[in-house]
């Protein structure tokens, strides 16, 4: 069974950057998809970023393209999302996530992971 940790967020201004890291632990990370998912206060969990294992396979939906950037470091067991130019829209809570599955089984949706940690709080502030 592995466990993810989230880690990295807090309470920023519009125009801030953020970095989320993820831990993964226990189990076999081995050819794990991971990536990211979001929650806004009253709304559904969204897909926000997905990288493959060997990292040749990255998406990231419309609304964070060009300022948010996935990254995974498999020795370590670490998820990775960097995120630049802030915006009072990001703010939710943000989940880790795996599967093993496909890139495309998280651009289709939170159903279905594997493993989730219990998320992180960004607040972006206007």
């Known amino acids: 069974q592995v466990q993810l940790v989230e880690s990295g967020g807090g309470l920023v201004q519009a125009g801030d950057s953020l970095t989320l890291s993820c831990a993964a632990s226990?189990?076999?990370?081995?050819?794990?998809?991971m990536g990211w998912f979001r929650q806004a206060p009253g709304k559904e969990r969204e897909f926000v970023s997905v990288i493959s294992w060997g990292g040749s396979m990255i998406q990231y939906t419309d609304s964070v393209k060009g300022r948010f950037t996935i990254s995974r470091d498999n020795r370590k067991g670490t998820l990775s999302l960097q995120m630049d130019r802030l915006k009072p829209e990001d703010t939710a809570v943000y989940y880790c996530?795996?599967?093993?599955?496909?890139?495309?089984?998280?651009?289709?949706?939170?159903?279905?992971?594997?493993?989730w940690g219990k998320g992180t709080l960004v607040t972006v502030s206007s």
């Open positions: 226990g189990g076999t990370f081995g050819n794990l998809v």
């Open positions: 996530a795996a599967k093993r599955g496909s890139v495309r089984d998280f651009v289709e949706g939170p159903r279905g992971m594997d493993y």
